[in-house]
T-cell receptor
Framework: NAGVTQTPKFRILKIGQSMTLQCTQD?????MYWYRQDPGMGLKLIYY???????DKGEVPNGYNVSRSTTEDFPLRLELAAPSQTSVYFC????????????FGPGTRLLVL | AQKITQTQPGMFVQEKEAVTLDCTYD???????LFWYKQPSSGEMIFLIY??????QNATEGRYSLNFQKARKSANLVISASQLGDSAMYFC??????????????FGTGTKLQVIP
């Protein structure tokens, strides 16, 4: 199994540009999450989803949008990139029946200049 | 108040010794879970151990154990017989809410552990 995959691994954006960070999991997990990790800090929850068609805001949702049209995919959209969005973005998933762990993707490093 | 507090920004431990990484949490939700993750310099997040709020016994996973003191709201990670490969950032996290419903996950700021040969 591939687990949780994220693309791209690294991206440089100019201020005001938009992009979509892709996240796919092949474990049929209901829960999916997007986090950002700023340098030297812990992870902060941006958005999460409990299943296809159901999403909710986390701690730091401003400047981001998500959608969940399938169980497998949970893309994160940045509409107008700002330098404050420079960070490492992690996608994670967990099964509905057991929230004992989250399976993390390898992360996407985003630099906004 | 911080949801998750890790008061040790950095720790050193001698190889083969045990080390305790501190974590305190704050929640009014009766149903919650506590996690520890390891983040090596390569950047990936590696799940180590989980403790549910209703679990009667402390969780153990190999060399990792979680010292869960519910009344004190602490969930310290104990690593026995430290190895050089244990050098990494360690994050404590808390999930609030019931399985199948709303869930919020909060991470601490991390502790950088360095194992000395």
């Amino acid at each position: 199994n591939a687990g949780v995959t994220q693309t791209p691994k690294f991206r440089i954006l100019k201020i005001g540009q938009s992009m979509t960070l892709q996240c796919t999991q092949d474990m049929n997990h209901n829960y999916m999450y997007w986090y950002r990790q700023d340098p030297g800090m812990g992870l902060k929850l941006i958005y999460y989803s409990v299943g296809a068609g159901i999403t909710d805001k986390g701690e730091v949702p401003n400047g981001y949008n998500v959608s969940r049209s399938t169980t497998e995919d949970f893309p994160l959209r940045l509409e107008l990139a700002a330098p404050s969005q420079t960070s490492v973005y992690f996608c994670a998933s967990s099964p509905l029946t057991s929230a004992k762990t989250q399976y993390f993707g390898p992360g996407t490093r985003l630099l906004v200049l | 108040a911080q949801k998750i507090t890790q008061t040790q920004p950095g720790m050193f431990v001698q190889e083969k010794e045990a080390v305790t990484l501190d974590c305190t949490y704050d929640t009014s939700d009766p149903s919650y879970g506590l996690f520890w993750y390891k983040q090596p310099s390569s950047g990936e997040m590696i799940f180590l151990i989980y403790q549910g709020s209703y679990d009667q016994q402390n969780a153990t996973e190999g060399r990792y154990s979680l010292n869960f003191q519910k009344a004190r709201k602490s969930a310290n990670l104990v690593i026995s017989a430290s190895q050089l490969g244990d050098s990494a950032m360690y994050f404590c996290a808390m999930r609030e809410g019931k399985t199948g419903g709303y869930q919020k996950v909060t991470f601490g700021t991390g502790t950088k552990l360095q194992v000395i040969p």
